[in-house]
């Protein structure tokens, strides 16, 4: 990827934004810094920092990701368990 002005402006402003509002350390040097950056943005609540991550996103060639990420469909028990249940890693055990 090209860092051009256009970019690096972009990325001022929205790591300028990201420190005022949720006090995260982002430096230009960084390798992860574009990605750190569009994750911040999303979580952002201001709509001018959400706007600079989607600009950003679009100079940068990434896709903006979601926030949140669904979760693998889990296959749930048939017939209902009778005694007791406990949680072990993540999956139930019936005793």
């Known amino acids: 990827m090209e860092l051009n002005k256009e970019v690096l402006d972009c990325m001022k402003a929205l790591r300028r934004r990201l420190r005022e509002e949720q006090a995260v350390d982002i ?12 994750d911040g943005s999303l979580k952002s609540d201001d709509e001018e920092t959400r706007r ?40 139930r055990i019936y005793a």
């Open 52 to 91: 600079l991550g989607q600009r950003l996103a679009e100079l940068s060639d990434q896709p903006q990701r979601a926030t949140v990420t669904p979760l693998a469909a889990v296959e749930l028990p048939v017939g209902t368990p009778t005694g007791s249940v406990r949680v072990y890693r993540g999956q």
């Open 27 to 38: 430096r230009l040097s960084q390798v992860d810094a574009i990605s750190a950056m569009l």
